[in-house]
């Protein structure tokens, strides 16, 4: 099960936040750790790494990060796909989503990722299907 | 109006990015004056800003009624905000949660999709165990929304509410179950996930969807729910291994042809974690290798991705199959020097568990080289200058370094004065504080290898006179304590000093004063140890020249003692305190007589202080030697322990075994045991594999004993072996270790010239090794063992066991690497309600979802008065009928008393007579129908003796207990199955039971079935019953061999747990394999229970008795129906006996009783085990149709489902 799903911009500036379990003791401090594990690694290294008792997969797109993090029993490759699959979403939803769409459209931004991640599980892989929900409204 | 909306707060915080406190400052006050507005607009967008802010760490806890208000708006939009809101911001502990039961319950009720998926998508955030319990009801009735989109979100959110209310789960379970075939494939997703979690918790509870997930796994296309599927057969194959068997073709097939890596990955670990491996038989080698060259792929792979879950799961692999991963070493140790941390950690964790005899020296060496400041000619340019420089990488280093030497029982270290070396070296690396270790390790290798000591102390004089480390005594991180273990070995083991003075010299140096205390105290100590021991040379060879360079020294010393009398340490002053007493004392008796050439009295006494006698270690099985003191008995309970406790003690004990410190052996054997514990029919193959397991551990304990330090004997004869294994050793040319010392990577040169080399002599056989030098085979020191030790047993007990003191020390503080290497516990419980929830036992009929107390309107407190009033009525009119009909069928049969022609018993026989018994006669008579001799005067009135043919009479009455014959339950072409189900006369804990006999015949001419058996599968209704068995015959839980043309019967016991209703079916599975042949024979088995296997036969009922049951309780039986059978009526019989025979027919079947039988009807009446009655009457009429005749019997029960499953019985009747 997913824990937190975080997106931040290189300046560790969180732009999204959803937790999945229970909120971390100081929710800022918590995501700014984290978010600094992510931002120091290079290019090259792996996409997984450990931070406390969470494991992180992440992935970058131009100057934000897509955080994932769980405890245990998830597929790192899976959730890899998984990120890929809500950029996508945001990417066909927003037409080339940018740093300033999820900043100023926060609460479609939680629409599409409710869509596709629901209570830490991977609720929907179809891109239609996401939207579907979203543009209805 | 005038307000803001979010976008405009952003775009204003962006705008004043100088001064953005303030800027939100004021924006937050905006914010509280505009929820309190009465436009619920402003307050919606009010909440949404304060949501925004939240997320930049702003606090709204403050807004939480507000947040509810909104959540009520009927606006779509702000019911969002609302919701959101409340997800990101209420606790469990928000007292206004208490308000939203009925909010979300109207939410939910919504016609509009998207408001129910708003509110299911709120509530799984917030759900608290009230919510959960008042709305689980709701929810699960949306299961079956005609919308996938509102079934897959209801379906994730019952897995929180399950977690706050794990009541809900057991009787929603069968409900979530259907979702695994809904037509929609998210909502099967779904349904995989919650299942997948659920099924981690307590995986038993899930053993039965196997078969529909498998269809999944085959049939679906989805990766994302195929990796879940694969999870979850990972959890559930080490319960049931036959699984293994089936999963293995699909897993095999995926592994080689997916093209996506995260579903290749998937398989791959589930076929190591899921113990796969070890099921497959003979391919298992073949298995692993696969699985090991796909991980190769991912290491050799530029990707750091798929290098990374690559030494994840040979990690996984290690403990089961190292040789195979220590084929790959070479790209693992290149690993470790990755740039990425993340790999390199995941990198020595397998190294750690890797490391053998042979490896260890390059491993060590490569580790050291993290360690080392890269140099200035390039060769270290790898390593980045803050990797090298961090001192926690460095400290983890170290600690693995030790780790990996020490384990088990320095196993893998073949010459100790390498290790001595390297300990020596790390003691060198500056800006770590692991002086603690260290010590450790250095006071415990010389303590227990003798060999070593010569050359310990070398090296320990080496360090102590190393004024670069004295220099370090001051900074914060340091490794000066390891000088206390310098000390303690120089004082320990002096006779191998080489020059005392000098040493002495070192211990009294003035950097002493800045050391820790504690090493202050031991060289303290130690200072008069060594005195002690030179003044036991010097007394031999005493003479006046000698003796004033005695005082001299003496007089140096104990100057300098004078530095540590001045500690502000207690310990170290008193210590030293005393020291300068015993040197004032020998001062004294030397100055007392100057020209003696005898030495002073005082100092022959010196050396008995300190070794009288030599330091040994503890034997490891020493504690377990220590007779157990008379009159104590511990296996007896100092206090009763409470009795739920004992239950949970299987699960404990299992989860203080697996962190077991000899790591190879032990997380297999733990699997053993539980699968041991958890079922009964497998114990064959557990018995074997056991027997497989115990060879292996005892090869092991071999191995150990080899090498270990911990098992030489104190007693001569034991030395003696000691010797004999010693020289052993030296002619098993495996195990002779081949080690090039590599000492020089520290500059420190290894001074071991003086040890004659022992050349390993080859074998002929197998490949040829270069000719190494090894080092000669190290000497132990003896162990202790208590003096009044019991006689011993074996050499192979307790070897796992360690009795040392250091020992244990180094176990808890290694103990995270360990942990690393250990498979994963899939029944790690966690402190959850749902592990407790059983989902094998049926549903009872009390079981249900709580109602929610909420307070009803006026209107629906009158509907409900009036439906109550209804029922009564309704009641009381069947009452009555009940007794009418009664009432005339008495008035009926006294009318036909006046053409009373009552038919003999022998009616068959057409005697007729006449007889003028009345009806109360009559119906005493037939009290005992069953009783032949008194059937003798039974008469019957027939009211049409000739157009309508006699009822049958006391056969039918008499012999309604037929047997009914077996039915067919399975032929195919090697095996035929019929079963028998009938009522057994025990109760198992007062449960009625039904007894199954099978009767298997191998049909097959040449071919043998052999390891057949059956698998009874708990369903809500029927539990397997194991502890009753038929006196004579086999139980189905037996595991048969039939031999071609044999049979054999076998009895299975079931509790009727259940309901009678329709469609009961008592299930096994069948399992058997044929000789000479590898096909898997599973097939499902379903046995149809009738509702006539629960009647009871042995209370005959008596028309008069009949009638005041439906008198008196004629409203219970509430229910009705009515069965027509039609009866083809051929020319050759006679009607009569064809109506016979059809009423024979249905009573043997339904094994309903003949009440009474009047003219052109019967009564018939039956009562279950469970008191369910059943009442009807029987009616023919030949009339309606030409040829045929039709039975129609009105049946009246007390049991809908009872009814129902009765029904359908009769009306599969074929006459």
């Not at chain 2, 009288?612 to 099985?621: D, H």
């Not at chain 2, 298997?1000 to 009874?1016: E, G, P, R």
């Given at each position: 099960m997913i824990s937190f799903c975080l997106i931040t911009n290189r300046r560790c500036q969180t732009r999204f936040i959803r937790y999945y379990d229970e909120l971390p003791q100081d929710p800022t401090a918590f995501e700014l750790n984290i978010a600094r594990e992510c931002i120091i690694r290079k290019p090259a290294h792996a996409l997984f790494v450990q931070v406390g008792k969470y494991k992180i997969v992440y992935r970058v797109y131009a100057s934000l990060y897509f955080i994932f993090g769980y405890e245990r029993d998830e597929n790192e490759f899976a959730i890899l796909e998984l990120i890929q699959n809500c950029v996508e979403a945001l990417d066909v939803y927003f037409e080339k989503v940018t740093e300033l769409d999820i900043l100023c459209n926060i609460e479609k931004v939680h629409m599409i990722m409710e869509e596709t991640v629901a209570k830490g599980y991977c609720l929907e892989t179809n891109q239609a299907r996401i939207l579907e929900g979203v543009t209805a409204l | 109006m005038f307000e803001k909306?979010?976008?405009?707060?952003?775009?204003?915080?962006?705008?004043?990015?100088?001064?953005?406190?303030?800027?939100?400052?004021?924006?937050?006050?905006?914010?509280?004056?505009?929820?309190?507005?009465?436009?619920?607009?402003?307050?919606?967008?009010?909440?949404?800003?304060?949501?925004?802010?939240?997320?930049?760490?702003?606090?709204?806890?403050?807004?939480?009624?507000?947040?509810?208000?909104?959540?009520?708006?009927?606006?779509?939009?702000?019911?969002?905000?609302?919701?959101?809101?409340?997800?990101?911001?209420?606790?469990?502990?928000?007292?206004v949660l208490m308000l939203t039961t009925n909010l979300i319950k109207k939410d939910l009720a919504s016609s509009q999709p998207l408001e129910i998926g708003i509110a299911v998508n709120g509530l799984s955030h917030i759900v608290t165990p009230d919510l959960a319990r008042d709305l689980c009801q709701d929810l699960v009735a949306m299961l079956n929304h005609s919308r996938p989109y509102i079934r897959k979100k209801v379906v994730l959110v019952l897995y929180k509410v399950f977690l706050k209310f794990p009541e809900a789960l057991r009787v929603s379970f069968p409900r979530l179950k259907e979702k695994l075939e809904d037509a929609d494939p998210s909502v099967v997703s779904a349904t995989v996930s919650v299942i997948c979690e659920l099924a981690r918790k307590s995986p038993r509870n899930y053993l039965s969807l196997a078969p529909q997930l498998f269809r999944l796994l085959t049939t679906s296309a989805n990766n994302w729910m195929l990796i879940k599927i694969i999870k979850m057969f990972a959890s559930l194959t080490p319960l049931e291994p036959r699984l293994i068997k089936k999963l293995l073709p699909p897993l095999t097939s995926l592994i080689q042809t997916t093209p996506a890596m995260s579903l290749l990955y998937e398989c791959i670990h589930t076929v190591i974690t899921g113990g796969f491996l070890e099921a497959a038989g003979d391919s298992s080698h073949a298995l692993a290798a696969t699985c090991v060259n796909k991980l190769r792929r991912f290491l050799e792979d530029p990707d750091q991705n798929l290098k990374y879950v690559g030494l994840l799961a040979m990690s996984r692999l290690l403990s089961t199959h190292p040789k195979l991963i220590s084929e790959h070493k070479d790209i693992i140790l290149e690993c470790i020097d990755d740039d990425d941390f993340s790999i390199r950690f995941r990198a020595l964790d397998l190294v750690v568990g890797m490391a053998n005899k042979k490896s260890l020296v390059d491993i060590v060496k490569r580790l050291i080289a993290h360690l080392v400041p890269a140099d200035s000619?390039?060769?270290?340019?790898?390593?980045?200058?803050?990797?090298?420089?961090?001192?926690?990488?460095?400290?983890?280093?170290?600690?693995?370094?030790?780790?990996?030497?020490?384990?088990?029982?320095?196993?893998?270290?073949?010459?100790?004065?390498?290790?001595?070396?390297?300990?020596?070296?790390?003691?060198?690396v500056s800006g770590v504080s692991v002086g603690e270790i260290l010590t450790n390790q250095l006071m415990d290798v010389s303590v227990r290898v003798k060999s070593v000591r010569p050359f310990a102390v070398k090296q320990m004089f080496r360090l102590l006179s190393d004024q670069q480390l004295l220099k370090t005594a001051k900074k914060r991180d340091t490794n000066i304590e390891v000088l206390s273990a310098a000390a303690w070995i120089c004082g320990e083991y002096c006779s191998f000093l080489d020059n005392i003075p000098s040493t002495l010299e070192c211990l009294l140096t003035s950097y002493v004063v800045d050391m820790p205390v504690k090493v202050q105290a031991i060289y303290v100590h130690n200072i008069i140890k060594i005195y002690g021991f030179w003044v036991n040379e010097l007394i031999d060879e005493w003479n006046t020249e000698l003796q004033t360079e005695f005082v001299k020294v003496t007089e140096v010393i104990k100057d300098k003692m004078g530095m540590f009398t001045r500690s502000a340490d207690l310990e170290v002053q008193e210590r030293a305190c005393s020291a300068r007493a015993i040197f004032d004392i020998v001062l004294e008796s030397i100055s007392q007589d100057l020209t003696s050439e005898q030495a002073p009295l005082a100092l022959q006494g010196?050396?008995?202080?300190?070794?009288?006698?030599?330091?040994?270690?503890?034997?490891?099985?020493?504690?377990?030697?220590?007779?157990?003191?008379?009159?104590?008995?511990?296996?007896?309970?100092?206090?009763?322990?409470?009795?739920?406790?004992?239950?949970?003690?299987?699960?404990?004990?299992a989860s203080v075994e697996s962190p077991s410190f000899d790591m190879d052996f032990s997380t297999t054997t733990t699997a053993n045991k539980k699968k041991k514990k958890k079922s009964r029919s497998r114990k064959y193959e557990e018995d074997s594999e056991d027997e497989e397991d115990k060879e292996r551990r005892r090869a092991a304990r071999m191995e150990a004993l080899r090498n270990d330090p911990y098992y030489i004997m104190s007693d001569k004869s034991e030395k003696q072996k000691q010797a004999a294994r010693l020289l052993d050793l030296e002619d098993d040319v495996d195990s002779i270790p081949i080690v090039k010392l590599s000492v020089d990577d520290f500059g420190i040169s290894a001074d071991n010239g003086g040890k004659p080399k022992k050349h390993s002599k080859k074998k002929s056989k197998g490949k040829r090794q270069p000719r190494a030098p090894s080092p000669p085979p190290p000497e132990y020191a003896p162990e202790e063992m208590p003096e009044d030790a019991l006689a011993s047993g074996s050499d192979q007990e307790g070897t796992n066991g360690i009795g040392n003191n250091s020992n244990t020390k180094r176990r808890g503080s290694n103990q995270t690497y360990g942990k690393n290497l250990q498979r994963k516990d899939i029944f790690a419980t966690d402190d959850d309600g749902l592990n407790t929830v059983d989902l094998s036992t049926p549903l009872g009929a009390d079981e249900r979802l709580p109602e929610q107390q909420t307070y009803l309107s006026p209107e629906e407190l009158r509907r409900r008065e009036e439906a109550r009033v209804r029922v009564e009525r309704r009641e009381r009119r069947l009452a009555q009928s009940a007794s009418t009909t009664a009432l005339k069928n008495d008035g009926e049969r006294k009318k036909k008393k006046k053409k009373r022609k009552s038919v003999d018993e022998s009616a068959k026989k057409s005697r007729k007579s006449t007889s003028t018994s009345g009806t109360k006669d009559k119906k005493k008579k037939k009290k005992k129908p069953t009783a032949a001799v008194e059937s003798e005067s039974e008469q019957l009135e027939n009211g049409y003796t000739n157009e309508v043919p006699d009822m049958p009479t006391e056969d039918l009455l008499k012999d309604q207990r037929k047997q009914i014959l077996p039915k067919l339950l399975l032929d195919n072409d090697q095996i035929e199955v019929h079963y028998q189900l009938s009522l057994s006369d025990e109760k198992d804990n007062g449960i009625p039971?039904?007894?199954?006999?099978?009767?298997?015949?191998?049909?097959?001419?040449?071919?043998?079935?052999?390891?057949?058996?059956?698998?009874?599968?708990?369903?809500?209704?029927?539990?397997?019953?194991e502890h009753m068995r038929h006196s004579t015959l086999a139980s189905i839980s037996d595991t048969f061999e039939l031999e071609a043309g044999k049979d054999v019967e076998a009895v299975g016991y079931f509790a009727i747990t259940g309901d009678i209703r329709r469609g009961l079916c008592l299930r096994c599975d069948l399992q058997y394999d044929i000789q000479d042949s590898s096909?898997?024979?599973?097939?499902?088995?379903?046995?149809?229970?009738?509702?006539?296997?629960?009647?009871?036969?042995?209370?005959?009922?008596?028309?008069?008795?009949?009638?005041?049951?439906?008198?008196?309780?004629?409203?219970?039986?509430?229910?009705?129906?009515?069965?027509?059978?039609?009866?083809?009526?051929?020319?050759?019989?006679?009607?009569?006996?064809?109506?016979?025979?059809?009423?024979?027919?249905?009573?043997?079947?339904?094994?309903?009783?003949?009440?009474?039988?009047?003219?052109?009807?019967?009564?018939?009446?039956?009562?279950?085990?469970?008191?369910?009655?059943?009442?009807?009457?029987?009616?023919?009429?030949?009339?309606?149709?030409?040829?045929?005749?039709?039975i129609t019997i009105d049946l009246k029960c007390t049991d809908d489902g009872f009814l129902e499953a009765f029904v359908d019985q009769l009306n599969s009747i074929n006459v």
């Open positions: - | 909306s979010l976008t405009d707060l952003i775009r204003g915080i962006r705008a004043n990015k100088k001064n953005e406190q303030k800027y939100i400052a004021v924006c937050l006050q905006e914010i509280r004056n505009e929820v309190k507005s009465n436009d619920i607009d402003v307050k919606g967008i009010a909440v949404a800003k304060l949501t925004y802010l939240q997320m930049l760490g702003y606090d709204m806890s403050w807004a939480s009624f507000h947040i509810v208000e909104v959540m009520s708006s009927p606006k779509l939009l702000h019911k969002r905000a609302g919701y959101l809101a409340a997800a990101q911001s209420f606790q469990q502990d928000t007292d000619n390039g060769a270290s340019s790898l390593h980045e200058a803050s990797s090298v420089l961090d001192p926690v990488y460095r400290t983890d280093i170290i600690n693995r370094i030790v780790f990996i030497c020490s384990q088990n029982q320095y196993r893998n270290v073949a010459n100790f004065e390498w290790y001595i070396t390297v300990l020596v070296g790390l003691a060198h010196l050396p008995a202080l300190f070794s009288l006698y030599e330091l040994n270690p503890v034997a490891p099985k020493a504690q377990k030697k220590v007779p157990v003191p008379e009159g104590l008995d511990l296996d007896a309970w100092i206090n009763e322990p409470l009795p739920d406790l004992v239950d949970d003690s299987e699960s404990e004990i039971v039904i007894e199954a006999k099978l009767f298997i015949k191998n049909k097959s001419t040449d071919a043998t079935l052999t390891n057949l058996h059956f698998t009874t599968i708990e369903t809500f209704d029927f539990r397997y019953v096909a898997l024979n599973q097939i499902a088995l379903e046995m149809n229970v009738q509702p006539s296997v629960f009647l009871i036969q042995d209370q005959p009922m008596d028309p008069t008795h009949f009638a005041a049951l439906l008198a008196e309780h004629g409203q219970e039986f509430d229910y009705r129906d009515s069965v027509a059978i039609e009866i083809p009526i051929s020319t050759e019989t006679a009607v009569d006996q064809m109506l016979i025979d059809a009423l024979s027919t249905i009573t043997s079947t339904t094994q309903l009783q003949v009440v009474e039988v009047v003219p052109g009807a019967a009564s018939l009446y039956a009562k279950s085990i469970q008191g369910s009655q059943i009442a009807g009457l029987l009616k023919y009429d030949l009339t309606s149709q030409e040829g045929r005749a039709t």
